[in-house]
């Protein structure tokens, strides 16, 4: 089992900055690939930025949000540049990790609010 804790959401003016952060405990050795996910009032959860073998973002966050992982600490942070209105919803960290049976095991957090007034 993996546990993941988000920090940092709140309130921010478009066009500021804000930086999330997810950290992990219990059998973190078996993480692949960690990101996040966002999820709006009234629509479907959707990828913002995951990291694995190689760094993916969704096409609304380009060129403004930025990904980094820490392995060694087993965490990952978001930082979000530019910020929109529709960038507020609740943001999720996720963790992808291998079983014992080498199936894949996804992980969830319990989701920060992040909220962009305009």
């Known amino acids: 089992q993996v546990q993941l804790v988000e920090s940092g959401g709140g309130l921010v003016q478009a066009g500021g900055s804000l930086r999330l952060s997810c950290s992990s405990s219990g059998n973190t050795g078996s993480i692949n690939v960690m990101g996040w996910y966002r999820q709006a009032p009234g629509s479907q959860r959707e990828l913002v930025a995951f990291?694995?073998?190689?760094?993916i973002y969704g096409e609304a966050v380009k060129g403004r949000f930025t990904i980094s992982r820490d392995n060694a600490k087993n965490t990952v942070a978001l930082q979000m540049n530019n910020v929109k209105p529709e960038d507020t919803g609740v943001y999720y960290c996720?963790?992808?990790?291998?079983?014992?049976?080498?199936?894949?095991?996804?992980?969830w957090g319990q989701g920060t609010r992040v909220t962009v007034s305009s």
């Open positions: 990291s694995g073998g190689k760094v």
């Open positions: 996720n963790a992808v990790a291998l079983g014992p049976r080498l199936e894949e095991l996804e992980f």
